[in-house]
Nanobody, 125 residues
Framework: QVPLVESGGRLVQAGGSLEISCKAG???????MAWFRQAPGKEREFVAY????????AYSDSVKGRFTISRDNGKDTLYLQMDNLKPEDTAVYFC???????????????????WGPGTQVTVST
């Protein structure tokens, strides 16, 4: 088990920036990690991915160029820097740890076995 807790979500104006984080409750440096989000009335979707050694990252087309995923393995913490936020970025953001099929990039939610409860990000116009 890897307990995950997100934090940092809040109300922000369109065009603004926000960094959210995800703290693991035990050493997580061996895990591939990802961010997902779920907007009101929509299904949860992939946002960003980072491998355990911080050699590879991947992003959804909707956030590419605006969001940056990073991690501090010494602090067992995952980050998502979000710039130039848009109202359509409004969602609950979840961090997740990959538990199967993790050797290559994956955005498949069922491959992520550990999830945090989420943090709300609201972008106003």
């Amino acid at each position: 088990q890897v307990p995950l807790v997100e934090s940092g979500g809040r109300l922000v104006q369109a065009g603004g920036s926000l960094e959210i984080s995800c703290k693991a409750g035990r050493p997580s440096h061996n895990y591939v990690m990802a961010w997902f989000r779920q907007a009101p009335g929509k299904e949860r979707e992939f946002v960003a991915y980072i491998d355990a050694l911080v050699r590879n990252t991947a992003y959804s087309d909707s956030v590419k160029g605006r969001f940056t995923i990073s991690r501090d393995n010494g602090k067992d913490t995952l980050y998502l820097q979000m710039d130039n936020l848009k109202p359509e970025d409004t969602a609950v953001y979840f961090c997740a740890a990959c538990t199967r099929n993790c050797m290559e990039f994956t955005s498949v939610q069922s491959n992520y076995g550990y999830w945090g409860p989420g943090t709300q990000v609201t972008v106003s116009t």
